[in-house]
Nanobody, 115 residues
Framework: QVQLVESGGGLVQAGGSLRLSCAAS????????LGWYRQAPGKQRELVAT???????NYADSVKGRFTISRDSAKNTVYLQMNSLKPEDTAVYYC?????????WGRGTQVTVSS
């Protein structure tokens, strides 16, 4: 199994920056891809960005050019650097780990962007 713990959320003004972290533990070697997803009130959970073990990244169109996903394999941590934040980025941000057998989710961290 894999356990994920997110951190780094908070309240920020529009135009500001935040960096989210997701620390993974457990059977790390089984992870194929790590990603960040978000869910705003009344909306479905949506993909923000993903990164594979090979370093390939994928971003939602709404965050391209503003958000950057990265990973530190030595620390078993994936990051999401968020710049030029907008009020519409307000959501709970979740970390996800994909393995061949199952997907694992963290509990989420709240990001609130004020206008």
């Amino acid at each position: 199994q894999v356990q994920l713990v997110e951190s780094g959320g908070g309240l920020v003004q529009a135009g500001g920056s935040l960096r989210l972290s997701c620390a993974a533990s457990g059977i790390i070697s089984s992870i194929n891809r790590l990603g960040w997803y978000r869910q705003a009130p009344g909306k479905q959970r949506e993909l923000v960005a993903t990164i594979t073990t090979g370093g390939n990244t994928n971003y939602a169109d709404s965050v391209k050019g503003r958000f950057t996903i990265s990973r530190d394999s030595a620390k078993n941590t994936v990051y999401l650097q968020m710049n030029s934040l907008k009020p519409e980025d307000t959501a709970v941000y979740y970390c996800k780990a994909e393995t061949y057998r199952a997907n694992y989710w963290g509990r989420g961290t709240q990001v609130t962007v004020s206008s």
